[in-house]
């Protein structure tokens, strides 16, 4: 992450809690979570500035959480309107 930051390619991201909530369905009923069911927890996030997708996908090659057989998952942010 330092190293995307030097390179002014690191815009934010946090690692995210072991705790929380979720809210699903019409009723919006709340349950308590990350449920250890779930298969994949996201364990944090990180925005960066890409001129595409093809860019970002090449910057995420760099993640170190691949070391640990790890997956990350590149989306575009959707403008709003």
Known sequence: MQ???QQGILT???PLKT????VS????????GPFKEANEIVGGY???????LNQAL???KGCPIFE???????????QQN
């Not at 705790?19 to 979720?22: N, Y």
Request: proline share 3%; charged share 30%; glycine share 16%.
């Open 3 to 5: 190293g995307l930051a």
């Open 58 to 60: 090449e910057i995420s």
């Open 12 to 14: 934010g991201g946090d």
């Open 25 to 32: 369905g019409k009723q919006k009923v709340v349950t308590d």
């Open 46 to 52: 990180l925005l960066i500035n890409a001129k595409d």
């Open 19 to 22: 705790t929380g909530k979720l």
């Open 68 to 78: 640990e057989n790890g997956k990350v998952e590149v989306r575009p942010i959707q």
